[in-house]
Protein backbone atom coordinates (compact mmCIF):
# COMPACT_ATOMS: atom_id res chain seq x y z
CA UNK A 1 0.00 0.00 0.00
CA UNK A 2 2.88 2.31 0.52
CA UNK A 3 4.22 1.71 -2.80
CA UNK A 4 0.67 2.53 -3.97
CA UNK A 5 0.12 5.85 -1.75
CA UNK A 6 4.04 6.90 -3.10
CA UNK A 7 3.00 6.81 -7.16
CA UNK A 8 -0.41 9.08 -6.03
CA UNK A 9 1.63 11.55 -4.50
CA UNK A 10 4.20 11.20 -7.55
CA UNK A 11 1.04 11.45 -10.07
CA UNK A 12 -0.46 14.22 -8.21
CA UNK A 13 3.06 16.34 -7.98
CA UNK A 14 3.36 15.86 -12.29
CA UNK A 15 -0.14 16.91 -13.18
CA UNK A 16 0.51 19.67 -10.33
CA UNK A 17 3.70 20.97 -12.29
CA UNK A 18 2.24 20.20 -15.86
CA UNK A 19 -1.13 22.73 -14.70
CA UNK A 20 1.33 25.37 -14.01
CA UNK A 21 3.28 25.21 -17.11
CA UNK A 22 0.70 24.89 -19.27
CA UNK A 23 -1.55 27.79 -17.49
CA UNK A 24 -4.20 25.83 -16.17
CA UNK A 25 -4.13 23.16 -18.93
CA UNK A 26 -5.33 25.73 -21.30
CA UNK A 27 -2.19 25.49 -23.57
CA UNK A 28 0.20 22.72 -24.34
CA UNK A 29 3.63 24.02 -24.64
CA UNK A 30 5.67 26.90 -23.22
CA UNK A 31 5.51 28.62 -26.78
CA UNK A 32 1.81 28.52 -26.91
CA UNK A 33 1.51 29.67 -23.41
CA UNK A 34 3.69 32.80 -24.01
CA UNK A 35 1.91 34.02 -27.23
CA UNK A 36 -1.34 33.47 -25.23
CA UNK A 37 0.40 36.06 -22.89
CA UNK A 38 1.09 38.56 -25.07
CA UNK A 39 -1.87 38.10 -26.93
CA UNK A 40 -3.63 38.74 -23.27
CA UNK A 41 -1.05 41.91 -22.36
CA UNK A 42 1.20 42.88 -25.20
CA UNK A 43 5.12 43.76 -24.46
CA UNK A 44 6.41 47.13 -25.04
CA UNK A 45 9.75 46.53 -27.49
CA UNK A 46 13.20 47.29 -26.21
CA UNK A 47 15.20 50.41 -27.62
CA UNK A 48 17.06 48.91 -30.63
CA UNK A 49 18.92 50.66 -33.69
CA UNK A 50 17.72 49.17 -37.12
CA UNK A 51 19.68 50.01 -40.17
CA UNK A 52 17.04 50.23 -43.15
CA UNK A 53 18.13 49.73 -46.81
CA UNK A 54 18.93 53.30 -47.78
CA UNK A 55 21.57 52.82 -45.05
CA UNK A 56 19.77 54.91 -42.53
CA UNK A 57 19.94 54.39 -38.96
CA UNK A 58 17.51 55.11 -36.52
CA UNK A 59 15.44 53.90 -33.32
CA UNK A 60 12.71 51.29 -34.43
CA UNK A 61 10.59 52.61 -31.97
CA UNK A 62 11.12 56.14 -33.34
CA UNK A 63 10.33 54.21 -37.09
CA UNK A 64 6.96 53.02 -35.77
CA UNK A 65 5.88 55.81 -34.43
CA UNK A 66 6.70 58.34 -36.82
CA UNK A 67 5.44 55.83 -39.61
CA UNK A 68 2.37 55.37 -37.69
CA UNK A 69 0.87 52.14 -39.32
CA UNK A 70 0.60 49.16 -37.75
CA UNK A 71 3.28 46.41 -38.61
CA UNK A 72 3.46 42.93 -39.16
CA UNK A 73 6.88 42.13 -38.86
CA UNK A 74 9.04 39.20 -39.44
CA UNK A 75 12.57 38.04 -39.05
CA UNK A 76 15.26 36.50 -41.49
CA UNK A 77 18.88 36.76 -43.51
CA UNK A 78 19.70 37.62 -46.38
CA UNK A 79 21.86 34.72 -47.55
CA UNK A 80 18.75 31.77 -46.13
CA UNK A 81 18.27 29.79 -49.14
CA UNK A 82 14.98 27.62 -47.38
CA UNK A 83 12.38 28.98 -44.73
CA UNK A 84 13.27 32.68 -45.39
CA UNK A 85 12.45 32.16 -49.14
CA UNK A 86 8.70 30.60 -48.09
CA UNK A 87 8.75 33.05 -45.33
CA UNK A 88 9.29 35.71 -48.50
CA UNK A 89 7.27 34.30 -50.32
CA UNK A 90 3.99 34.03 -47.70
CA UNK A 91 5.18 38.09 -47.02
CA UNK A 92 4.80 38.81 -50.48
CA UNK A 93 1.20 37.61 -50.92
CA UNK A 94 0.19 40.04 -47.42
CA UNK A 95 2.14 42.57 -49.48
CA UNK A 96 -0.48 41.89 -52.38
CA UNK A 97 -3.78 41.68 -49.71
CA UNK A 98 -2.71 44.85 -48.79
CA UNK A 99 -2.24 46.28 -51.85
CA UNK A 100 -5.68 44.98 -53.19
CA UNK A 101 -7.70 46.42 -50.22
CA UNK A 102 -5.90 49.93 -50.41
CA UNK A 103 -4.95 49.16 -46.83
CA UNK A 104 -1.52 51.07 -47.91
CA UNK A 105 -1.53 53.30 -45.71
CA UNK A 106 -2.41 51.81 -42.61
CA UNK A 107 -0.91 48.68 -42.81
CA UNK A 108 2.91 47.94 -43.63
CA UNK A 109 5.08 45.33 -43.15
CA UNK A 110 8.70 44.59 -42.13
CA UNK A 111 11.68 42.00 -42.58
CA UNK A 112 14.12 42.35 -40.02
CA UNK A 113 17.78 40.74 -40.10
CA UNK A 114 19.11 39.29 -37.90
CA UNK A 115 22.78 38.55 -39.62
CA UNK A 116 25.42 41.07 -38.34
CA UNK A 117 26.79 40.63 -41.74
CA UNK A 118 23.99 42.14 -43.69
CA UNK A 119 24.20 45.42 -44.77
CA UNK A 120 22.32 47.96 -46.60
CA UNK A 121 23.19 46.90 -50.23
CA UNK A 122 22.33 43.62 -48.61
CA UNK A 123 18.96 44.41 -47.70
CA UNK A 124 18.19 46.55 -51.09
CA UNK A 125 18.98 43.52 -52.96
CA UNK A 126 16.88 40.89 -51.25
CA UNK A 127 14.12 43.49 -51.28
CA UNK A 128 14.21 43.70 -55.31
CA UNK A 129 14.67 39.96 -55.08
CA UNK A 130 11.31 39.83 -53.11
CA UNK A 131 9.53 41.82 -55.38
CA UNK A 132 8.69 44.36 -52.65
CA UNK A 133 7.24 47.71 -52.88
CA UNK A 134 8.91 49.71 -50.37
CA UNK A 135 6.11 51.79 -49.41
CA UNK A 136 4.71 48.51 -48.10
CA UNK A 137 7.27 46.27 -47.36
CA UNK A 138 10.63 47.49 -45.39
CA UNK A 139 13.70 45.82 -45.48
CA UNK A 140 15.84 46.55 -41.91
CA UNK A 141 19.20 44.70 -39.69
CA UNK A 142 20.00 44.92 -36.10
CA UNK A 143 23.78 45.65 -35.89
CA UNK A 144 24.29 45.90 -31.84
CA UNK A 145 24.84 42.29 -30.74
CA UNK A 146 22.86 43.00 -26.90
CA UNK A 147 20.10 45.22 -28.82
CA UNK A 148 19.35 42.34 -31.23
CA UNK A 149 19.89 39.65 -28.41
CA UNK A 150 16.88 41.21 -26.19
CA UNK A 151 14.81 41.98 -29.45
CA UNK A 152 14.82 38.18 -30.75
CA UNK A 153 14.12 37.30 -26.77
CA UNK A 154 11.04 39.62 -26.99
CA UNK A 155 9.69 38.12 -30.25
CA UNK A 156 10.53 34.22 -29.35
CA UNK A 157 12.82 34.15 -32.04
CA UNK A 158 15.87 31.23 -31.63
CA UNK A 159 18.59 31.86 -33.72
CA UNK A 160 21.05 28.91 -33.59
CA UNK A 161 24.75 29.26 -36.20
CA UNK A 162 24.64 26.17 -38.49
CA UNK A 163 27.92 25.34 -41.01
CA UNK A 164 28.75 27.17 -43.78
CA UNK A 165 27.91 30.35 -42.19
CA UNK A 166 24.21 29.96 -41.93
CA UNK A 167 21.41 29.70 -39.13
CA UNK A 168 18.89 27.32 -38.21
CA UNK A 169 15.94 29.68 -36.75
CA UNK A 170 12.02 29.88 -36.29
CA UNK A 171 9.67 32.03 -38.24
CA UNK A 172 6.41 33.56 -37.11
CA UNK A 173 4.59 37.14 -37.75
CA UNK A 174 4.25 39.07 -35.41
CA UNK A 175 1.59 42.46 -35.05
CA UNK A 176 3.17 45.46 -33.53
CA UNK A 177 1.53 48.59 -32.80
CA UNK A 178 2.95 51.88 -33.90
CA UNK A 179 3.50 53.00 -30.09
CA UNK A 180 6.03 49.92 -30.35
CA UNK A 181 4.25 47.31 -28.56
CA UNK A 182 4.02 43.63 -29.76
CA UNK A 183 0.30 42.04 -29.49
CA UNK A 184 -0.01 38.94 -31.38
CA UNK A 185 2.13 36.06 -32.78
CA UNK A 186 0.72 34.18 -35.44
CA UNK A 187 2.27 31.03 -37.28
CA UNK A 188 3.84 31.45 -40.50
CA UNK A 189 1.01 29.31 -42.62
CA UNK A 190 -1.24 31.81 -41.57
CA UNK A 191 -0.86 34.87 -43.20
CA UNK A 192 -4.82 35.48 -43.07
CA UNK A 193 -4.85 35.43 -39.56
CA UNK A 194 -2.08 37.81 -39.00
CA UNK A 195 -3.93 40.63 -41.67
CA UNK A 196 -7.46 40.31 -40.21
CA UNK A 197 -5.32 40.62 -36.22
CA UNK A 198 -3.64 43.76 -37.80
CA UNK A 199 -6.54 45.34 -39.79
CA UNK A 200 -8.41 44.79 -36.32
CA UNK A 201 -5.93 47.11 -34.56
CA UNK A 202 -5.47 49.45 -37.60
CA UNK A 203 -9.45 50.13 -36.54
CA UNK A 204 -8.47 50.74 -32.73
CA UNK A 205 -5.55 53.01 -33.68
CA UNK A 206 -7.52 54.85 -36.15
CA UNK A 207 -10.26 55.66 -33.28
CA UNK A 208 -7.94 56.36 -30.54
CA UNK A 209 -7.82 60.36 -29.86
Given at each position: MRWVLSLVLALAAGIGVLYSLTDGFTVLTAEAARRQAIAAQPRELPAVQ???DTGSLESFKRNLQDDGRVAIVNFFYT????LCLAQGSLTERLQQAIEAEGLQHQLRLISLSFDPR????DLSRYAVRMGADRKIWQFMTLKDAEQRSALLDLF??????APLGEFEHNAAFHVVTPDGRLVRIVDLDDPGVALKV???LMTAVKETP
Open positions: VLDRCIADQADGIMVVPAKS
